[in-house]
């Protein structure tokens, strides 16, 4: 147990390290939404784009929960659990009048995150705190949308994550998952191939991820839980053009000067982008959103 936990506080100290070190560079460069763009399959997109695809995500996941068109359902308490610079949790407030806070391991995004929200007079809406999503600081019942957008793959005990989203979810509150998987398992496999458990543990070595688990594997956690309408998608497809960009965006002049002041982390995270291009082309990395409701 103890070996579990020096292994546990090493990951947390090393996603802490990674996003302090490459927070600023990627505002400087995509904004302040740390995530995929939802894109046209078939589009060949520029920089410019990339910022309003952001957006698209937030409405498209929205939408797929069945969130955005109802405004009776719309959330008054928001809880963003692995906020990033808090991009999220400021467009959702603003969206739904609604007051969001959000959590992050990085002490660096917590404080731009606050700032950000402060500049844009939404400090009285939304805040930030440093907290582990495995043990939020949030009693039970609180929120009426837990919203996590591409945090899931950093937690190293998956059961816990789901377990605490559900926790803190009011009766009748939405849960939104949108996270990096694998493959779901065929009827008759037993553990991914060598070569795919061979791609994936290089680039968990890159970003700071634990073991990755699989779409039905969150699903058969939610069920577990009793949670109601659960539903999910492979959104792989949308947000295709992504990983290209973010290669092409660090290849510029701005790009490179700014990742070579970031430090080792950020480089050893960027030279590991082809390889989730490799994985997604191959069917192994399934983009997915997996949406839910607690009973109320």
């Not at 969150?218 to 309408?229: E, P, R, W």
């Amino acid at each position: 147990m103890a070996v579990e936990e020096h292994e546990k506080e090493k990951l947390q100290k090393g996603i802490a390290e990674f996003y302090d070190e490459s927070s600023t560079i990627w505002e400087n460069i995509w904004g302040d939404h740390m995530h995929h763009g939802f894109y046209d399959p078939d589009s060949t997109v520029s920089v410019s784009d990339h910022r309003a695809a952001q957006i698209r995500m937030i409405e498209e996941s929205l939408r797929f929960a069945l969130l955005s068109e109802e405004r009776t359902k719309w959330p008054k308490r928001i809880v963003d659990v692995g906020c990033g610079i808090g991009g999220s949790s400021r467009y959702l407030a603003e969206k739904f009048g609604a007051t969001s806070v959000g959590i992050t391991l990085s002490p660096v995004q917590a404080e731009r995150a606050n700032a950000l929200a402060a500049a844009q007079g939404l400090a009285h809406k939304v805040s930030f705190q440093v907290a582990d999503a495995l043990q939020q600081p949030f009693p039970d019942g609180q929120f009426d949308l837990v919203w996590s957008m591409e945090s899931g793959e950093h937690m190293p005990d998956k059961t816990k994550f789901v377990g605490e989203l559900a926790r803190v979810a009011a009766p009748g509150g939405t849960i939104i998952i949108v996270t990096w998987c694998h493959r779901d398992l065929g009827p008759d496999e037993q553990s991914l191939k060598p070569w795919e458990q061979d791609l994936l543990k290089k680039i968990c070595d890159a970003f700071y991820l634990p073991a990755w688990c699989s779409a039905a594997d969150y699903i058969k956690l939610l069920k577990s839980l009793s949670l109601q309408d659960i539903k999910s998608a492979d959104w792989s497809p949308f947000v295709a053009p992504f990983w290209p960009a973010v290669i092409r965006s660090a290849l510029t002049w701005n790009g490179l000067a700014s990742l070579l002041r970031s430090g080792v982390k950020t480089i050893k995270g960027a030279l590991a982008m082809p390889l989730m291009i490799k994985g997604y082309k191959k069917g192994l990395i399934k983009f997915v959103i997996i949406t839910c409701r607690k009973s109320g």
